[in-house]
């Protein structure tokens, strides 16, 4: 993760909450040394558990001197159960780390399998669950391990990862665990309440359409997905949401003023009414550059082989925002099929923007994940996911209330 300072503002959410680890058998087990060091750095309180699996890849030892803490190994120990029992432990976290997650491991959350402390745990925890998975690419593609992660998915689990890349087995693909920092970032963004206290904040949000003819448009494959859930996330941690929405089939999150519009006129219309009453202007929103420049009355019938469409440009509305002398801090999205980060950049800069979530619009459009690379200043970047949209939504809010408290230095 480069950053530029932001590494203890992303996580400073984390100070003095109780974060339980628990590791299962993976040669990823190592990464936990370092996820122990960061999540303490940031002021958690570390306790461990290991499976008898995870002993053979990192010792106790190693974890017991990284946490400050004796490391919790056996269900039936009787030293443990004088001193902090399974019930007492399952009680005690803010937060419960799965990491690594092994594919056997999450088949025996699935099942609700007690036979050793972690899943005892699990089982007994009222506690959030993160779930870091790690196992060979094969294994996650497994119809099998996908029909376990979306049970737990829908028990209310947060799936954090994993990556993409050459694994430990000399296979290439999905299923490396994310790296430290990564999930320290996805545990710090689960405690976001309050963060935005106060602050207002206007989101646009899913496609624009551009009439051809009455029945007839342009457009583009935008669902709503991540916009909502900014909007769903930035209210539960304190801001007051003004939603500029496009056409979508989503549910209004609880609480957030929803304005729906259709084309790109129409949003920049909304969006300038909302503006100065905005702290954050956030632009998710994939607004088609291009609309009809005759826009015909009537149905057009296919009488010729072909039809010639004269398009003109659409209003940048982010970048009309930002270029006002008043303006709220301004985040922007960018969704590339290559050069992603680089081609991010350039929008950040030529946008005139404070943030930017560079995205793969191969990957992100109408999906429930996002992997992202958020932007910022001339060198700042921190990679996000992937992960479910709420989750990352999350970070990002994160990231967006370190940038506030960045431009607000003596506040
Ligand atoms: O809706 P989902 O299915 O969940 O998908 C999410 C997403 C892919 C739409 C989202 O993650 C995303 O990347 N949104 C930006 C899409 C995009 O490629 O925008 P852009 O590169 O055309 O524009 C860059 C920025 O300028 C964006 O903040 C956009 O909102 C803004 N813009 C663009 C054009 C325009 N005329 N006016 C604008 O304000």
Redesign the pocket.
Known sequence: MKDDGNESATLATLANKRILLGMTGGIAAYKCAELTRLLSKAGADVRVVMTPAATEFITPLTMQALSGHRVHLDLLDVDAEAGMGHIELARWPDLIVVAPASADFLARMVSGQAGDLLTTLLLASQAPVMLAPAMNQAMWLHQATQDNLSKLRDRGCHIAGPAEGSQACGDTGPGRMLEPAEIAAACASLFVAGMLSGLRLTI?????REAIDPVRFIS??????????LAAEAVQAGARVTLISGP?NLPVPDRVHCINVTT?QE??DA?LSSVDDSDVF????????YRVSDTRDHKIKKTADTLQLTLV?????????AARKQRPLM??????TQHIEQ?GRD?LLR?N?DL????D?TA????DD?C?TALWGDAGSQKLGPAN?NLVARQMLTLIAARIRASQPDA
Request: aromatic share 8%; net charge positive.
């Open positions: 646009t949000a899913g496609p624009t583009n494959h935008s669902s709503g997905k991540m916009g909502y859930a979508v790109a949003m920049l969006c956030v632009g998710v929103a994939a607004v088609a550059d440009r659409n209003p940048d509305i982010i970048g009309t925002l985040v922007g999205f960018a969704a590339e081609y929008k946008k923007l930017l979530f560079a995205n619009a992100t459009f109408n999906s996002i992202a949209k």
